[in-house]
């Protein structure tokens, strides 16, 4: 199973970005997908979660800001970052979850400037 995140970027406080994360390989099912970020120096945090019938939950830092959809033909996960702030820098991993094994993608760097 490989992970393909893309979207990342540099972007000033108040804007937007959008990251993608497509799963490829010898995939039956997918679980939950979600999304983590780690800043320098902190442990890596749960963003964003989503299952496989699309209930979501969010980190309470990012509610009303970070949307996260998923579209199982494309075995894709997206995550919408609006009302961007600094304090929203880090790289940002996808995380997919396939008969109870947990796979990683290789992290996407977000960084928003004030």
């Known amino acids: 199973v490989q992970l393909q995140a893309s979207g990342g970027g540099l972007v000033q406080a108040g804007g937007s970005l959008r990251l993608s994360c497509a799963a490829s390989?010898?995939?039956?099912?997918?679980?939950?997908m979600a999304w983590y970020c780690q800043a320098p120096g902190k442990q890596r945090d749960l963003v964003a979660v989503?299952?496989?019938?699309?209930?979501?939950k969010y980190a309470e830092s990012v509610k009303g800001r970070f949307t996260t959809s998923r579209d199982n033909a494309k075995k894709t996960v997206y995550l919408q970052m609006s009302s961007l702030k600094p304090e929203d820098t880090a790289v940002y991993y996808c995380n997919v979850n396939i008969i109870g094994s947990d796979f990683w993608g290789q992290g996407t760097q977000v960084t928003v400037s004030s």
């Open positions: 989503i299952t496989r019938d699309g209930s979501t």
């Open positions: 390989g010898s995939i039956l099912r997918i679980n939950n």
